[in-house]
C-alpha cells in the first residue's frame, strides 16, 4: 500500500505542475489549451539541456525556458493580435509535440547522464521522512517533488494572499476595470501565460529526466489534456489542483497495480474513472455555484481597450 | 490588417506544426532504369529503440546488400487505418515503387485494398493473415523459440522465483509470447511464477513503465515484455533487477538490468523474397521464418548472466535449430486448470501455435 501511494505521488508530479501553471494562466483570462504541447517542448529541451551539459539546473532550465518561450508564441497571438485562444492553444499542442519529435529524432534512447540521476535521487526528508505511513509515502521522494509541495504553498500565498496575486485575479475577472484601476493588463498577461507554460514545460521535465531518465517519443502522452480537466476539478485553486492531482495520478497506474495482483477488472474502466470523475465533479460544482469555485469570469475572452 | 497578420501567423504556426508530425518520407535518390523501387511503412519512429528500429534494420541490410540497385523509401507513424496506409503507400508508388512492406498488424486491411488496385505492384505484410494469389503475401517468424531460451535465462537469474511480463494486449500473438517465456522459465526453475500486466497498448514509453513499476512492487525481480519500447528495462534497472529486452538487443540503453532479447533479423526473409519479386519468381505465401532460418535470434547475452545459463541455452538453441525441440509440450494446463495440451502431445505447426487463447498455470494474468 505504501509502496503504491509513494509512485502515486511520483505519477501525479508533472500533472501537478501543468495544472498549476494552467491555473495561473487561466487567472490571467486565459485559457491554454497548448499545455500537451508545451510539456513535450520542456520534457524534449529539459533533456537535451541535460544529456548535453550533465547539470540538473542547466536542464531544470532550459525546460522552464522552452515552455515560457513556447507560450510567448501564444501570449504574442492572443494578448497582442487576440487571436482565438481555444484555436491557438489547440495548434499550440500539434506544434508542441511536433517540435519534440524533430528535435528528439537523434535522441531517441539515449540515457539521462549519471549526475542528473543522481541529482534527483530519493533523499528522506529528516524527522518528517521518519513519521510512520505519510513518511515513506511523501517524504522519502526525490527533491522534484518537494519543489512540488513547495510550488502548491507558494502559488497559493501568491494568488490569494499578495497584492500582485490580487491584480491578476481583478485581470482575469474583468480586465477592462483592471484597466481602469491602472494594472497593467497586457504586461500581467504575458507574464503569467509565460510563468504558466514555464511550469507546464517543468511538468514534462519531470517526465523526461526523471520518471523515464530514457528519452522516448511522445512521453507525456495525453497528460496535458487531463491537467486541462484537472483545472476545473480544483476550481482554479492550487492545494485543490495538489489533491486531484494525486487521485488522477493514482487511478493512472491503479489499473496496473490491480493487474499484477491478479483482481480481474477491465483496464479500460479503471482508464475511464478520472475522466469520469472530473465530469462528476463539473455537474457538482456546477449545481452547487459557488463564486470562488467559478472560472475567471474573463476567461477567454480577447481584451480590446477601445472597444471598452 | 491586424486579423490579416494573426491569420498569416496561425497559419504559419499550424504549418510548420503539420510538417512536424507528419510521416516524414525520408530514402535514397533513385531514378535509374533497372533500379527497384521498394517502400517501407513503419507504425512509430525508427528510433524507438525496439520494434520499429528493429524494422528499420532490416531496411538498413536490404540497403547494403543491394546497394545501388534498390532505391529505398521509407514512412513513419503510418497510422493503423486504411486511408494512412494508402496515403503513404499510393505516395511511394507514385515515386515509382513496384514493392510495399508495411510492418504492423493494423496496415494489413489497407494493404489488402492496395494489393486489388494496384496489381503491379507487390505488397509484403508483417505479422497478418491476408494474402492473394497474385501480389499480396506476409511474413512473421516463430518468436516462441527465441522467447523460450530467454525465458531459460530468466529463470536462472530470479532470487524471487517470480517473473514479470510487461504485455500489449490478451490477443495470440501476446499470449504465445507470454507462455513460451515462461514455459522457457519453468524448464530449468520448477517453482518459478509469472504475472503479466496488459497495458493496451502496443507502445507508450509511460505506461509500459508505469507497468513495470506494478511489477517490480509485487516482487518480480525480472522482467520482459512485449511491448515496443525499453521502458521496462529502464524501470528494473532503477529497481536494482533484471529485464530481458524484446526486438532489438538495447544493452547500451539499460546495461545494469539486459540480460538478453529475443530478436528480429527481418534482412533474413527481406534479402531472398526481394531478389524473388525482381527476378519475377514470386509466389504470395504465408512466410513463418523461424530460428534455423535465421529469421529468429536470440540477443547476445550479457555478463550479467550467469555461465550455467548460458551453457543451458546453448544446449537447447543448438536442440531448437535442429528442429528436434517442441515449445509447446504436453501435459500443459492454463491457468483456470484446464488441460490445454495433453500429455504425449505437443503443438509443432503454426495454425496449432496460432489458436492459443490460454496462458499457462503459475501465471497471473487477467483474460
Known amino acids: ?308 | 490588417m491586424k486579423k490579416l497578420l494573426v491569420i498569416l501567423l496561425v497559419l504559419t504556426l499550424s504549418m510548420t506544426a503539420m510538417a512536424g508530425c507528419g510521416g516524414d518520407t525520408g530514402g535514397g535518390d533513385g531514378g535509374a532504369e533497372d533500379v527497384t523501387t521498394i517502400g517501407f511503412l513503419y507504425i512509430g519512429p525508427i528510433t524507438d529503440g525496439g520494434y520499429n528500429q528493429a524494422q528499420h534494420e532490416g531496411y538498413t541490410a536490404v540497403k547494403d546488400y543491394f546497394g545501388d540497385s534498390v532505391n529505398l523509401l521509407y514512412a513513419e507513424n503510418v497510422a493503423e487505418d486504411i486511408q494512412a496506409v494508402k496515403t503513404n503507400a499510393i505516395n511511394m508508388i507514385d515515386n515509382g515503387a513496384s514493392i510495399i512492406i508495411a510492418t504492423s498488424f493494423g496496415h494489413m486491411d489497407g494493404m489488402e485494398e492496395l494489393a486489388n488496385e494496384y496489381t503491379d505492384v507487390t505488397f509484403l505484410h508483417f505479422s497478418g493473415y491476408k494474402k492473394n494469389d497474385t501480389n499480396f503475401g506476409n511474413y512473421f517468424g516463430a518468436m516462441e523459440e527465441a522467447r523460450y531460451l530467454s525465458g531459460i535465462v530468466a529463470g536462472m537469474t530470479t532470487k524471487t522465483n517470480k517473473l514479470g511480463y510487461v504485455a500489449a494486449y490478451p490477443y495470440t500473438e501476446v499470449r504465445i509470447g507470454i507462455n513460451s517465456f515462461y514455459l522457457g522459465a519453468k524448464s530449468v526453475n520448477p517453482d518459478v511464477t509469472m504475472n503479466v500486466v496488459y497495458i493496451n497498448s502496443w507502445g507508450d514509453a509511460a505506461l509500459e513503465q508505469a507497468a513495470a513499476e506494478s511489477l517490480l512492487a509485487q516482487g518480480c525481480d525480472v522482467l520482459t515484455q512485449h511491448a515496443d519500447t525499453s521502458a521496462a528495462q529502464t524501470a528494473a534497472e532503477k529497481a536494482g533487477c533484471y529485464a530481458v529486452g524484446y526486438n532489438i538487443d538495447n544493452s547500451a540503453v539499460a546495461p545494469g538490468s539486459f540480460l538478453t532479447a529475443p530478436v528480429w533479423h527481418h534482412e533474413a526473409y527481406l534479402i531472398p523474397v526481394i531478389e524473388k519479386i525482381i527476378a519475377g519468381e514470386y509466389v504470395p505465401e504465408s512466410y513463418y521464418g523461424t530460428m534455423a532460418d535465421g529469421y529468429i535470434g536470440l540477443a547476445p547475452l550479457t555478463s550479467l548472466v550467469s555461465d550455467e545459463a548460458k551453457t543451458e541455452v546453448e544446449k537447447v538453441q543448438d536442440q531448437i535449430v535442429a528442429g528436434e525441440y517442441p515449445i509447446f509440450v504436453g501435459p500443459l494446463k492454463d491457468n483456470e486448470g484446464n488441460v490445454v495440451v495433453e500429455e504425449g502431445k505437443a503443438l509443432t505447426t503454426h495454425d496449432e501455435i496460432w489458436a492459443i487463447d490460454w496462458v499457462l498455470e503459475g501465471i497471473t494474468a487477467i483474460q
Open chain 1, 1 to 308: 500500500m505504501e509502496g503504491f501511494l509513494a509512485a502515486t505521488v511520483i505519477a501525479s508530479m508533472p500533472l501537478l505542475f501543468a495544472t498549476i501553471g494552467e491555473i495561473i494562466t487561466e487567472k490571467s483570462g486565459h485559457l491554454n489549451l497548448g499545455i500537451e504541447g508545451l510539456m513535450l517542448m520542456g520534457a524534449i529541451m529539459g533533456f537535451v539541456v541535460g544529456y548535453g551539459s550533465g547539470s540538473p539546473f542547466m536542464a531544470l532550465l532550459g525546460a522552464v525556458l522552452a515552455g515560457a518561450a513556447g507560450s510567448l508564441i501564444y501570449a504574442f497571438l492572443t494578448v497582442s493580435l487576440r487571436a482565438n485562444q481555444v484555436v491557438t492553444g489547440l495548434t499550440l499542442t500539434i506544434f508542441g509535440t511536433g517540435f519534440a519529435s524533430f528535435i528528439g529524432k537523434t535522441y531517441v534512447g539515449m540515457v539521462v547522464p549519471q549526475e542528473i540521476k543522481s541529482f534527483f535521487r530519493q533523499v528522506d526528508v529528516p524527522l518528517l521522512g521518519d513519521i510512520p505511513f505519510v513518511g515513506p509515502v511523501f517524504f522519502q521522494q526525490d527533491i522534484f517533488i518537494y519543489f512540488g509541495y513547495l510550488l502548491v504553498l507558494v502559488s497559493s500565498i501568491y494568488l490569494f494572499k499578495t497584492r500582485t496575486g490580487l491584480n491578476l485575479r481583478a485581470v482575469g475577472e474583468n480586465a477592462a476595470a483592471s484597466d481602469a484601476s491602472g494594472i497593467n493588463v497586457t504586461l500581467y498577461k504575458y507574464i503569467h501565460i509565460c510563468l504558466g507554460g514555464g511550469l507546464c514545460g517543468l511538468g514534462g521535465a519531470y517526465m523526461s529526466l526523471v520518471m523515464m531518465s530514457v528519452w522516448q517519443e511522445n512521453v507525456v502522452a495525453g497528460r496535458g489534456w487531463i491537467a486541462v480537466a484537472l483545472v476545473i476539478f480544483a476550481s482554479w485553486n492550487p492545494v485543490k489542483a495538489l489533491i486531484g492531482s494525486l487521485l488522477f495520478g493514482g487511478l493512472s497506474i491503479l489499473g496496473f497495480r490491480l493487474q499484477s495482483m491478479g483482481i480481474h477488472i477491465s483496464q479500460y474502466w479503471v482508464d475511464m474513472l478520472p475522466y469520469a470523475a472530473t465530469i462528476v465533479i463539473i455537474i457538482l460544482s456546477s449545481t452547487k455555484n459557488k463564486k470562488e469555485n467559478q472560472p475567471p469570469a474573463d476567461l477567454g475572452n480577447p481584451y480590446f481597450r477601445e472597444e471598452r
